[in-house]
């Protein structure tokens, strides 16, 4: 499929150039751009793709949640035994 229109092409190109020339140019022009959409259409990411994606950055996301959780739960560990050893020691004197 074509950006261009070929038959617009000729008719552009017709008056400067012969008949046989202005096919020739058109569909040159036609070709490469045909060629440069098929490399585009390769570069293009499928609703596959994107899907294992989505699935690789859920998982991703699973493992950071439960990182996050372990040492949250570290960290009010660690909270909680300052607190008591403060409070023990002003209650001491």
Do not use: C, H
Not at 3 to 13: G, P, S
Not at 17 to 35: C, H, R, V, Y
Not at 54 to 77: C, D, P, T, Y
Request: glycine share 2%; aromatic share 12%; no cysteine.
């Amino acid at each position: 499929m074509a950006y261009a229109n070929t038959l617009k092409v000729f008719e552009v190109l017709r008056p400067a150039f012969d008949e046989k020339q202005a096919t020739k140019i058109s569909e040159a022009i036609e070709s490469a751009l045909e060629t440069n959409n098929s490399a585009l259409l390769d570069k293009v990411a499928t609703k596959a793709d994107l899907q294992s994606e989505v699935s690789n950055l859920r998982i991703e996301m699973r493992e950071m949640k439960a990182e996050l959780i372990k040492w949250m739960f570290i960290f009010w560990v660690g909270q909680f035994a300052s607190i008591t050893a403060v409070l023990f020691l002003f209650f001491k004197k």
